[in-house]
């Protein structure tokens, strides 16, 4: 952190008529358990105002906000046998990161406490959260409707809101971010001055204004436009889309092509699906219906699941992004996080995401479905193509799903035949009509003669509750997923 911002901070804070719900003036005060308190309340006041952090002034006149110095130094404080700072980090859950700075501001030495806002729940001290009203400090309990405001605004608090640059000027924001993308992306017209363009990012929480005529670049404009996500955090830099691509059908073969994506999603998305299908290799005959050059897979289904590994993945994980591999017979999409919804409802119901902004924007761009998480649209091409059923598992704190390349229904795992089965009668149910045996032998290319192969399937499907008759007063009139 530079003193100038610094400087141009306190300045700002200072520029306040009066003390703030989230701000507060000292002179030489040292009182371990009041700014223990003050911690807690500062925290929680800055959520309910919509404020990133809140701020203690030591050296500032609570009255005219002139400076007037202060003796106060936290790192040579300690309360009993403990330092200061140690002792107070310990009585503050959940764990935050506060942290104090001395300025040598013109008028005089200032220090400040900086506190980050309440993010997924109250912040307590000493096991009890406090709120700040007027210059008091009360128990946040003994104020239900603050305390249930609070709770309402700790839900939407998101990882995209958090500040990936902070401090930046304009040319750096114009620098670090691909603005030219944002707006030919979002079909908006370029302004023809500088003004305009941070008005529009900041419209969409892309930038935000910080003082003395800087900018904060939020996560959500670093990880959808950065130049180079590696001129941010490390963290954000490891968020990059990693592409292993390999000549055989496991991780010991030789690794051909490999690619650590560095743009941000938006602005290098295409890109990265234009890479991945010239990769892919073609094949001249995909079942039955396919007697054409084809690309292994489809390259709809590559553009929707990528697209959903970078939307829903969980942000939170560190140390980890989106992976993508490619094998000489599948394609494995990997992304941190846990799905929000079943792995087995994925296809039919609408699709939850820990990212709103950045699905909200994605889908404004084109890159993902306004409606439903298009997976079904991915199911719809590999039955058209007759590849095997996707899959779609959770694999410890990640998503993956698997994407297979032509193989015969006589090659089909017992397990595949009846995950086939099911998504196809998803599919039918979606759009209004029933699987049968007849539309699932055409989904399998299994001639009409054969047609007991289908039905030996179709039980399986039953036998495990992935399916059931539609109606059973007319068991001939087809089948649907168990859950319909």
């Not at 719900?21 to 009182?31: C, G, T, V, Y």
């Not at 955090?233 to 560095?262: C, E, F, M, W």
């Not at 099911?422 to 003669?449: P, W």
Request: charged letters at 25%.
């Amino acid at each position: 952190m530079s003193e100038t911002r610094d400087i141009e901070l306190i300045d700002a804070l200072r520029s306040n008529h009066s003390e703030l719900p989230w701000l507060e003036f000292k002179r030489d005060n040292f009182d371990p358990e009041a700014i223990g308190k003050r911690c807690s309340a500062l925290s929680n006041a800055a959520r309910l105002e919509g404020q990133d952090f809140g701020y203690m002034l030591w050296g500032v006149d609570d009255n005219s906000h002139e400076v007037v110095g202060t003796k106060f130094d936290p790192d040579a404080r300690r309360v009993g046998n403990q330092e200061f700072q140690l002792w107070l980090a310990q009585r503050l859950q959940p764990s935050v990161a506060f942290g104090f700075r001395r300025v040598n501001h013109p008028k005089g030495p200032v220090v400040i406490l900086e506190i980050p806002a309440a993010t997924s729940a109250p912040v307590n001290f000493a096991n009890i959260a406090y709120i700040r009203i007027g210059s008091a400090t009360p128990r946040l309990t003994d104020y239900p409707e603050r305390y249930a405001k609070l709770i309402e605004s700790l839900r939407p608090y998101i990882w995209e809101h958090a500040i990936a640059k902070q401090y930046a000027s304009g040319d750096e924001v114009l620098d670090l971010l691909d603005y030219a993308q944002y707006f030919r992306l979002t079909r908006q017209p370029l302004p023809d001055n500088r003004v305009g363009i941070f008005e529009r990012l900041e419209a969409d929480r892309l930038i935000r204004r910080d003082v003395g005529e800087r900018w904060n670049i939020t996560h959500l404009g670093a990880i959808l436009f950065a130049m180079r996500l590696d001129r941010f955090d490390p963290s954000l830099a490891r968020k990059g889309v990693r592409l292993i691509v390999y000549d055989g059908k496991n991780r010991a073969a030789t690794v051909t092509h490999r690619l650590d994506g560095q743009k941000g999603y938006a602005a290098g998305f295409m890109g990265l699906v234009d890479y991945i299908n010239g990769l892919i290799p073609k094949n001249e005959h995909i079942g039955s219906a396919r007697r054409v050059s084809h690309r292994l897979f489809p390259e709809l289904s590559i553009r929707e699941l990528v697209a959903n590994a970078l939307i829903h993945q969980d942000m939170t994980v560190r140390g980890a992004g989106p992976q993508i591999e490619l094998f000489n017979d599948r394609i494995e999409i990997t992304n941190p996080g846990r799905p929000l919804v079943q792995a087995d409802r994925m296809i039919d119901l609408p699709p939850r995401s820990r990212n709103e902004a950045l699905a909200s924007l994605m889908r404004r761009m084109g890159f993902c479905e306004e409606q439903g998480s298009g997976l079904d649209k991915v199911i719809a091409e590999v039955e058209l193509s007759q590849l095997p059923p996707p899959l779609f598992r959770e694999t410890g704190d990640s998503m993956q799903v698997i994407l297979y390349g032509p193989r015969k229904f006589a090659d089909m795992t017992p397990d595949e035949r009846v995950r086939a089965c099911y998504q196809h009668a998803v599919l039918k149910f979606l759009s209004g009509d029933r699987m049968k045996n007849a539309t699932l032998c055409e989904r399998f290319g299994i001639d009409s003669k054969n047609a007991s192969q289908a039905s030996v399937v179709i039980r399986k499907a039953q036998e495990v509750g992935l399916i059931k008759v539609a109606d059973p007063d007319h068991p001939r009139s087809g089948y649907a997923p168990s859950w319909a």
